[in-house]
């Protein structure tokens, strides 16, 4: 059972004021002019989009719940036929297909603690690819400034939903809890150094086309956010 089943309800008025990077991922999509598969893919926040705009979607999460969202949403917006929804593992999805396109948005590999399972997970991105075709995602690491802002205080993020982040920076773990009228968790978030993404990524075989610091594909700086463009050669 995945610690996003009991907040599954909760997941999208939670996250509602995230739209930045949505344009990001459908314009990465419309590129790959085939199907996506997105490891990850919750409650459709992206995925729906991406199927809106003609693409084809093969979606991966380990929760049940957010899947079960996620259908409703996409036959609310009438695209249901596009998605093919699938409980699975980052690290071994269930999909035989090889595509151009692989995305993980929203920081889902944040949820992969070890180096073991981060590798794991680009090795199954790298194998669902074509050659030449591209593994998208995004992933931060906290400043000063936002732990010392956040660390344990229960901020409302949205009218009614709030959350606390304890940072344990020496372990580089977030541990974040959510909680509506009806519902709550706490998940566990694992960041690195930029430096350490790229390292696996090329250690992976994959050759890093992009590192970007927002989704208007400004370069990164130095800030929390990075967006990475990566291809199998």
């Known amino acids: 059972m995945s610690e996003y089943d009991a907040i599954a309800e909760l997941y999208d008025p939670w996250s509602r004021s995230v739209t930045e990077d949505i344009g990001f991922y459908v314009a990465e999509a419309r590129k790959a002019r085939g199907p996506v598969v997105e490891l990850g893919v919750g409650t459709g926040r992206i995925a729906v989009p991406v199927a809106e705009a003609g693409v084809p979607v093969i979606g991966v999460d380990s929760s049940a719940g957010m899947l079960e969202v996620c259908r409703r949403r996409a036959e609310a917006a009438g695209v249901e036929h596009l998605l093919d929804l699938r409980l699975g593992d980052l690290r071994d999805p269930p999909v035989d297909a090889r595509v151009r396109l692989v995305t993980s948005p929203f920081r889902a590999l944040l949820h992969l603690d070890t180096?073991?399972?981060?590798?794991?997970?680009?090795?199954?991105?790298?194998?669902?690819?074509?050659?030449?075709?591209?593994?998208?995602?995004?992933?931060?690491?906290?400043?000063?400034?936002?732990?010392?802002?956040?660390?344990?205080?229960?901020?409302?993020?949205?009218?009614?939903?709030?959350?606390?982040?304890?940072?344990?920076?020496?372990?580089?773990?977030?541990?974040?809890h959510v909680r509506g009228a009806h519902s709550e968790t706490a998940m566990r978030l694992s960041w690195l150094p930029p430096d350490d993404w790229r390292t696996l990524l090329e250690a992976t075989g994959f050759e890093v086309v992009a590192c970007y610091g927002w989704f208007d594909l400004s370069p990164h700086r130095g800030g929390e956010d990075t967006v990475w463009l990566a291809r199998r050669p």
């Open 115 to 176: 180096d073991a399972d981060r590798r794991a997970a680009l090795m199954a991105a790298f194998r669902l690819l074509v050659r030449g075709g591209r593994f998208v995602f995004d992933v931060f690491a906290p400043s000063p400034e936002d732990v010392e802002e956040t660390h344990g205080r229960w901020l409302e993020r949205e009218p009614g939903i709030w959350e606390r982040a304890d940072w344990d920076l020496e372990r580089r773990i977030l541990t974040l």
